[in-house]
């Protein structure tokens, strides 16, 4: 037993004055990357790390941190009635956009991939226009507007549906849906790239190949063929989905109010942005930011493993 | 050989053959048939749409009192009838319209394997999708041409009938009344987004390019935890930057935007990715010709890498273009571009036309951006995917 533990040991300090004496050789690469890796440590890395140690204190910017443990997690769970409207929000328009605008994005790469080659281009920019249209957005105000002069309140007036103005914006009832609406919108973003140009690059000889061995429709080839060689893309196009359907803020602050009526548009983000940029409690949106960046790693994970699976 | 569609035993060369079968109909036959169809479903609109002008004008008379109630014949089903059935006329005209255009421009290019109703279906969906995600862009565009008085009517109208560009010399006077003038807030953006896009290429790029091409130790572990950070929104890494940056006393102070874009995930990530593509016996040969590692990286590997570099300024330039900073600037004189415009955009009812121009105007630069170079991009994603 404890010969076999020695070897153990040996065999990993052998591993590592191998790997130590393989640094020195290549010196200059850690040179090469010395300039990004400090600036990736302090802006990413470090941020993870301090907002993880300030969630346990008690930190306002003007008196020194005060350590209180889990003080701020007891209060964001047991006390705070808010955040739990806000988890609710952010899962709803998570699990809503977040898988309908992944599939979206990749069942519109896939129909616009066979058109020829400047509608496609074309369609490329129609479709990802939105994401990319900094906060044009907002436009959906006017669209959604509360009085008789919205856009969409009037067609549906003219039409019949309703006979009063419906405050789209102002009506718990109706701003999610609203905001998913206008989320979906804008969810083709660097994914959909991915995935367009992943398309692009299928070997054409495996459609050939899968057409003699007798695949009879698109879905089939889609199945067999297609999805099998997109799925770096798919894994590299879900990481992004995941960060863009649980970073939800802009859009809520900016079409439903900050804070919106009944906090029904509050996400996890704005709430975090609530106590960190308006109230300066640093600790508990420390605690904010911990708690959703471990859904997201965890959301990661699961979605990693599950799309490992497609195909094969 | 007899070619059937999905026969097993067909020959692998035989594949390009079927694709290349000829429509069944000829084309002459063909384009007879499908005129007097057309023309069908044409007089068929036509014939709605008179009776249901007709209905109107009778409508409009029982209601100016000229004439009886027991003029209008039968009642509201009449009505509905004629909609329902012109409306069934148009879309039946699109999709029959759609299926000869592709049997009689593209019978040679059809692929295996499509059905045609579905290809039809597939162009539908496309065409109604596509105008509702453009629907909201030019919303925007037209509502920023519109006079007040168009802003505010009912019915709201989607086009202008009266293009003007009073809400562009608006934004121009209510941005030239700021005691802040407005080529600042321009000064600014334009700054931190070239300084912070070089910095990012740079110092990004010559990462990526260690961690394609070498297999140092701790290089894959690097590359991983530069992949979970694309997670990290600056939403999530507001408030410990915010903290970081006052520590480094760099708060209202242009770095505390730039220099975090210099480390930007997303652009290593790409550069990293396509950089494997390039054959490492390019980077053996410069050796053995007794180049250095930078000599290697600035004049073999950044040529080839273009389509890459490119992709990369340009999501770094959306990124920074759009940034507002309002977390860490706080002087007026320091403010970016979209910040300004935001603040404009938050004047409410009454500037609803400007606020209108603001966003056409911020919409339109990364878009044109993209546009011109989207070719590139596209070349660099096809390597995005992450491999397992």
Redesign the interface.
Known sequence: MKSTLGKYVKLKQDNFRY??E??KR?K???L??L???I??F???????I??IY?SFTYYN?LEPPKFIGLQNYINLILQDQVFLTAVKNTFVIAVITGPIGYILSFL?AW??N?LPRWLR?L????????S?????????L??FRGD????LN??L??FGFIDAPVLWLTDPKTIMPVLIVVIL?MS?G?GF??F???L??VDKKM????????????W??LYYITLPS???????GA??S??QAF?V?DVPRALAGYPSTDYAARTI?TH??DY??SRFE?GY??SI?TV??LV??LC?KAIQSML?KVGT | MSAKYGNKSIMPADAAVIIEQPAKMSKGRFAVVALIVSALLAAVIVFTGLRLNLLDSLALQVEEGTLAQEALPGDAAYLVFYKVGRALAIAALAIFLCYALIRLIDPKRRRPNRSIWGDIGVYVLLTIVAVAMVFPLVFSVASSLKPLDELFRFPPRVFPSHVTLDNYSDLFVTMGQSWVPFSRYLVNTVLITFLGTAGHLVVASMAAFVLAKYDFPGSKAFFSIVVTALMFSGYVTGIPNYIIMSRLRMIDTHWAVILPAFAAPIGLFLMKQFMEGIPTALIEAAHIDGAGEFRIFWTIIMPVVKPAWLTMIIFSVQGLWNANGATVIYSESKKTLVYALQQIQAGGIARTGQAAAVTVIVMLVPIAIFIASQNQILETMASSGLKD
Do not use: H
């Not at chain 1, 302090?42 to 993870?48: E, K, Q, R, S, V």
């Not at chain 1, 990319?132 to 959906?140: T, Y």
């Open positions: 790997g130590v393989k640094a290549m200059v690469c850690y090469f990357l300039p990004y890796a600036l990736f302090a802006f990413y890395i470090l941020p993870i301090t907002s300030y910017i519109f129909f616009i066979e281009t369609a490329v920019v129609v479709f990802y226009a939105p990319i249209a900094a906060n044009a957005f907002v436009i959906f006017y669209i008789v002069y919205g856009y009037s067609f007036m003219q919108w083709m660097t790239l991915s367009v140009a992943g692009q690059g459609y050939e190949a899968g057409y003699v061995d007798g695949i009879r429709n698109r089939q080839e997109m799925k770096p893309m798919l894994l590299f990481v992004m995941i960060t970073n803020c983000v975090l942005f960190g940029f640093m949106a420390s930011a959703l960046f997201m790693i990661n490992r």
